[in-house]
């Protein structure tokens, strides 16, 4: 079975650029997480979806991110205009349920980097 | 707000000998989840414990659900260089939308 498939798994951009990070969650799963990791910050969860809907996006640092789900098996991070602050690892994961009661699923990580 | 807190925050460890980590709520938890992070890699769901006073093990892995369901531990029998990670805990937040996440406790293996 397919788990989450992330995109890119790696990328290094200059500041200001434009930073479009994609998901796609297991077939099935209707709530779907993006979290970042950072070594000072640990692990956040910037924004939550159920059945396509943002639920909480009370983690997302500020207007410069913002995040979308057109349809149940697809989403995207994106971050305009990015900051070397902004660099750190974006995790999406999936859920059957809303994840307070089902275990989250994640996919690769996309490794951000920006100069 | 709610958290869980996790400690140690680091554990070097002999090969072969045990380690174990903490994990408190400062409520009252439905179940209490536990994931493994490999360096580079991503959080991997190990386990969920749900009854009051569960334990269940996996193999060389014991994990406990405190009578009151706000503590949880996870002990590892004869460390192996496969168990190198980062450990999480991970609690319902209020809503019990999202998962309330412990920081971690990353298990060295000394050279």
């Known amino acids: 079975d397919a788990g989450v498939i992330q995109s890119p798994r790696h990328e290094v951009t200059e500041m200001g650029q434009e930073v479009t990070l994609r998901c796609k969650p297991i077939?099935?799963?209707?709530?779907l997480f993006w979290y970042r990791q950072t070594m000072m910050r640990g692990l956040e969860l910037l924004i939550y979806f159920n059945n396509n809907v943002p639920i909480d996006d009370s983690g997302m640092p500020e207007d410069r991110f913002s995040a979308k789900m057109p349809n149940a098996s697809f989403s995207t991070l994106k971050i305009q205009p990015s900051e070397p602050r902004d660099s750190a690892v974006y995790f999406c994961?999936?859920?059957?349920?809303?994840?307070?009661?089902?275990?989250?699923?994640f996919g690769d990580g996309t490794r951000l980097s920006i100069l | 707000g709610q958290q869980v807190m996790q400690i140690p925050q680091y554990q070097h460890v002999q090969e072969g000998e045990d380690f174990t980590t903490y994990c408190n709520s400062s409520?009252?938890?439905?179940?209490i989840q536990w994931y493994k992070q490999r360096p580079g890699g991503h959080p991997v769901f190990l386990i969920q414990?749900?009854?009051s006073g569960e334990v269940k093990k996996q193999k060389r892995l014991t994990f406990q659900f405190g009578e009151a369901k706000k503590n949880s531990s996870l002990h590892i029998t004869a460390t192996q260089t496969t168990d190198v990670g980062t450990y999480f805990c991970a609690g319902p937040g209020g809503s019990n939308y999202q998962l309330i996440w412990g920081a971690g406790t990353k298990l060295i293996i000394k050279p």
């Open positions: 414990l749900v009854k």
């Open positions: 409520t009252t938890l439905s179940n």
């Open positions: 077939s099935g799963h209707n709530s």
């Open positions: 994961a999936s859920s059957s349920a809303p994840g307070g009661n089902q275990p989250q699923h």
